[in-house]
């Protein structure tokens, strides 16, 4: 009984891990002049992106790879249909030109990549199918592309994105700050991943499906309170490029980082979840130019969420 009370209290104690992170690094930046837009593109977007990280580092570290794996699809997943759905049917989401044209599409390549990774086995002839240090390498290799592509375009005026204001703090607060972030990070993600081996344990379940659903939704609260909050200050490009960043950052960076620490087997399974992923990156892209000029509208945004939930009682359902 204690470690399904301490899996729920984990996420709170994961998630203020991550705003304390967040608040205790920019209050320092800005006492060392660092400019708000990088703040935002680094410390920020990282921030709203550490739950993540760290279950997938526990996971990794503890050889629960379905966990590591589930996370970041389920998380990806929730991010185009759920999070950006919701987001719209707030109000309709129009994006920038750069958002459309490049991110869009990295964080499509991004899952095509991975795709290709996870299947290897077809290539070799190996019987199964692992996500090695050399693809976590190379994973790596393409975020780092990626963050050079993003401080690139802050040199554009017309792609700076207005983060919301933070308070600044002293070094003394801001580093307590940053302790006790870490520590909750630390100490939340250790009770969710306990927490959903017991679970799947439990209920007879795939500790995948674990990752996929509560885990992915959990670690994606950060996205969603900021994307919503955006959408509904209609600050439309701050609520998409957070979604389709974090997609980019949760499969180059934190599986990158995640098969470092120790290679990861793939379950063929996941290759549906790879193909619901794939689906909504193209189905993205397509209501940027096919349906609307770079508009998600609320129409748009409810079949969306609808799209979410289908495949959600699908995994419930194939489970039985």
Known sequence: MTTYLLFFLGFFILLKGAEFLVDGSTSIAKRLKISNIVIGLTIVSFGTSSPELIVNIIASAHGNSDIAIGNVLGSNIANILLILGISSIIYPITAK?????????????????????????????????????????????????????????????????????????????????????????????????????????????????????????????????????????????????????????????????SSLINPLPFNLQSNFDIAVTIFASILLFGMMFVFKKQIISRLEGVIMVILYFIYILYLILSQH
């Open 97 to 257: 030109k750069n958002t459309a044209l490049k991110e869009i599409p990295f964080s499509l390549l991004a899952i095509l990549v991975l795709g290709l990774m996870c299947n290897d086995h077809l290539i070799d002839g190996r019987a199964d199918s692992v996500i090695s240090r050399i693809d976590g390498s190379i994973l790596l290799a393409f975020f780092i592309i990626f963050i050079y592509y993003t401080f690139e375009i802050t040199k554009s005026k017309d792609d700076i994105i207005e983060k919301k204001e933070r308070k600044e703090f002293g070094y003394p607060k801001s580093i307590f700050f940053i302790i006790l972030g870490i520590l909750g990070l630390l100490f939340g993600g250790r009770w969710i991943v306990d927490g959903a081996v017991e679970f799947a344990e439990m209920f007879n379940v795939s500790q995948s499906l674990i990752g996929l659903t509560i885990i992915a939704i959990g670690t994606s609260l950060p996205e969603l309170a900021t994307s919503a909050v955006a959408a509904y200050k209609k600050q439309s490009d701050i609520a998409i490029g957070n979604a389709v960043g974090s997609n980019i950052f949760n499969i180059f960076a934190i599986l990158g980082i």
